[in-house]
T-cell receptor, first 110, second 108 residues
């Protein structure tokens, strides 16, 4: 098992550009999550999914979109990047037990 | 007010010391997780607790559901334990809430 794989690891975007952060897990987990981590703050939930075809907003969804067409993949889309979206993004998955995290994507919007 | 509060925010210890990190939460929970974030940024799950106590090597995690409190203990601390330790709770609606983390530095 590779666990949770996030790509890319680093990215610099210009204001107004769009991009997709990829997240894939090979553990057949139903629950998947996207978080952002800002300095001095706890992880904040952006979107989550309880299974293929089902997504819901978390605490800080504005400026982001997600889709869950398969159990394995949960991409996060930024349509019009803004400096406030500079952060480290983590994807996570779980079933009934442990939560597994991806390695994170460090995104800078300039 | 955060749903999850951790203390201390920063902790420096000498190698070999016994370390305690505390976590208090205000929501009803299904489970509590202790996470370790390495200096490189990756996050790994150390424990998932819903009651009692768990031990893994030099790490011990306890939870008191009535008091809504958990502690993470590290015995015989080592410089490789230097990391940020994050308390996270999963509420009964399957949402997670995270503490802001405790930055631990263990000095040789």
């Amino acid at each position: 098992n590779a666990g949770v794989t996030q790509t890319p690891k680093f990215r610099i975007l210009k204001i107004g550009q769009s991009m997709t952060l990829q997240c894939a897990q090979d553990m057949n987990h139903n629950y998947m999550y996207w978080y952002r981590q800002d300095p001095g703050m706890g992880l904040k939930l952006i979107y989550y999914s309880v299974g293929a075809g089902i997504t819901d907003k978390g605490e800080v969804p504005n400026g982001y979109n997600v889709s869950r067409s398969t159990t394995e993949d949960f991409p996060l889309r930024l349509e019009l990047a803004a400096p406030s979206q500079t952060s480290v993004y983590f994807c996570a998955s779980r079933e009934t037990g442990e939560t597994f995290f991806g390695q994170g994507t460090r995104l800078t919007v300039v | 007010k955060n749903e999850v509060e951790q203390s201390p925010q920063n902790l420096t210890a000498q190698e070999g010391e016994f370390i305690t990190i505390n976590c208090s939460y205000s929501v009803g929970i299904s489970a509590l997780h202790w996470l370790q974030q390495h200096p490189g940024g990756g996050i790994v799950s150390l424990f998932m607790l819903s009651s009692g106590k768990k031990k893994h090597g030099r790490l011990i995690a306890t939870i008191n559901i009535q008091e809504k409190h958990s502690s993470l203990h590290i015995t015989a601390s080592h410089p490789r334990d230097s990391a940020v330790y994050i308390c996270a709770v999963r509420d009964t609606g399957n949402q997670f809430y995270f503490g802001t983390g405790t930055s631990l530095t263990v000095i040789p």
